[in-house]
């Protein structure tokens, strides 16, 4: 069983009533079917207070505003322009979760659990929907949840404007073939073995590394 198995393979179901690029959702748990249910654009003060840390970086900004509409607002970030990717969509989730809940997730994922990203089709393949999901209680502090969102966005995410690019182009599949030319691997392990080696070839390290030193400054 997975983490989204564990959540009816939907953690949060998403219809896009405002028509929206980019949404953000808080959970802090699941209804009777096991899916979660997530409140929208009301989150933790600390998942908030990360996601300011987070826009210090170029990187972190130039992958928000990728999928921003104009006139989109998140906390105090205002976007004045479409981005090259408005046509896609990403859900950024918190999971405010309680103890129990967490510990079931952790125990799915075989350990401590504090994000992970997603990109692939929507469900009548249409579209292309990314997911950056943050679990909140396995960060003590506003500046670990910004690092968590910098790794989804930049060592696993920086593959998202290929993809995107590909679909716009020529559909599914160029969609596909770009998703297997960047497959990372079960749970982005080829990613992070390139973090582990450092390889400066890899364009998702160096746009993490680069994230880390601006949020820093």
Do not use: C
């Not at 949060?12 to 209804?31: A, H, L, P, Q």
């Amino acid at each position: 069983m997975t983490t989204y198995q564990y959540g009816a393979n939907n953690p949060i179901k998403n219809i896009d009533v405002n028509g929206d690029s980019i949404r953000v959702f808080s959970s802090k748990g699941t209804n009777a079917n096991g899916a979660f249910v997530g409140t929208e654009n009301i989150t933790s003060k600390m998942f908030l207070k990360g996601f300011e840390k987070s826009m210090k970086s170029r990187d972190f900004r130039g992958y928000i505003s990728q999928y921003a509409t104009k006139g989109l607002k998140i906390g105090r970030y205002y976007f004045s322009k479409d981005g090259e990717f408005a046509n896609a969509k990403l859900t950024i989730t918190e999971y405010n979760l309680n103890a129990a809940d967490q510990g079931t997730i952790d125990a799915l994922n075989g350990g401590h659990l504090e994000g992970y990203h997603t990109i692939g089709l929507n469900a009548d393949g249409t579209g292309v929907e990314a997911n950056m999901h943050i679990y909140t209680r396995n960060h003590s502090t506003a500046g670990e949840i910004a690092e968590t969102m910098g790794h989804e966005s930049q060592l696993h995410g920086y593959k998202d404007k290929y993809l995107i690019r590909g679909f716009n182009k020529s559909g599914i599949s160029r969609f596909n073939s770009e998703k297997k030319k960047y497959d990372s691997g079960e749970r982005g392990k080829k990613d992070h073995d390139a973090l582990g080696r450092n390889d400066q070839r890899h364009e998702g390290v160096i746009r993490y590394k680069r994230f880390e030193e601006e949020r820093e400054q």
